[in-house]
């Protein structure tokens, strides 16, 4: 979804 | 996840391993500000709200646990260790980190990607780490000759945004819609803020001579 693409960093 | 990433993590967490090994190895926090390290468990408090939500990967997850939990025990350690505590510069950690508190969480709620409770959170983590490294940084030109491990704790620290700087050049040119600009220009003003301290580190480094700050 566009949340997990959006915080996929640490 | 690519290589500049991947060496910024691995940075950061080299950061995390080194100060723990000067806290644990020398049982003392002297150089150490306590107000950044608060500032730190925050900033992974706010920024990982999703960690039970939002599965990413094994990688991503261990590595938000670690961050969070080292964090978090370096500041308790700080604070309640009977050793430790005694070896903190109360004295010089005088910055008034409520200021940086109060100024990320009012840009978050003016600048961020969705008027959400995460997003708020989220965006409130990245301004708030961009200028956590102050109070750190002030207590080092007070407290004159910097030790070794700590040194080494505040560089890898700085190194590890700007390998990241480099994983967002990488991924602007290599993914389609990639666009991240409130960590972009965070970032670059993270880096920016250890710019002196590189300098008299390399300057350190070159004539091998005691890392010392200017007042």
């Known amino acids: 979804s566009e949340v997990k693409k959006h915080h996929d960093e640490l | ?215």
């Open chain 2, 1 to 215: 996840m690519n290589i500049f990433r991947f060496a910024g993590d691995m940075m950061h967490l080299t950061s995390i391993l080194v100060l723990l090994l000067k806290i644990y190895a020398t049982k003392s926090c002297s150089g150490i500000s306590l107000k950044t390290q608060e500032l730190y468990a925050l900033v992974f408090l706010a920024r990982y709200l999703d960690l039970f939500t939002d599965f990413i990967s094994v990688y991503n997850t261990i590595m938000k646990l670690v961050f969070i939990v080292s964090s978090t025990a370096i500041v308790w350690c700080m604070k309640r260790d009977r050793v430790v505590r005694r070896s903190y510069d109360k004295q010089l950690d005088t910055f008034r980190h409520y200021f940086l508190l109060a100024a990320s969480f009012a840009l978050a709620l003016l600048v961020n990607e969705k008027f959400t409770f995460q997003e708020i959170f989220w965006a409130f983590s990245i301004y708030l780490e961009a200028v956590a490294i102050l109070p750190q940084l002030v207590l080092l030109q007070r407290s004159g000759n910097v030790d070794n491990l700590t040194g080494q704790y505040v560089f890898f620290l700085g190194a590890y945004r700007a390998f990241y700087i480099l994983n967002w050049i990488y991924r602007y040119f290599t993914e389609t819609h990639f666009s991240r600009w409130i960590a972009c220009i965070s970032g670059l003003v993270q880096t920016a803020l250890y710019a002196d301290f590189f300098y008299y580190y390399y300057i350190s480094w070159k004539n091998n001579t005691k890392l010392k700050l200017p007042a």
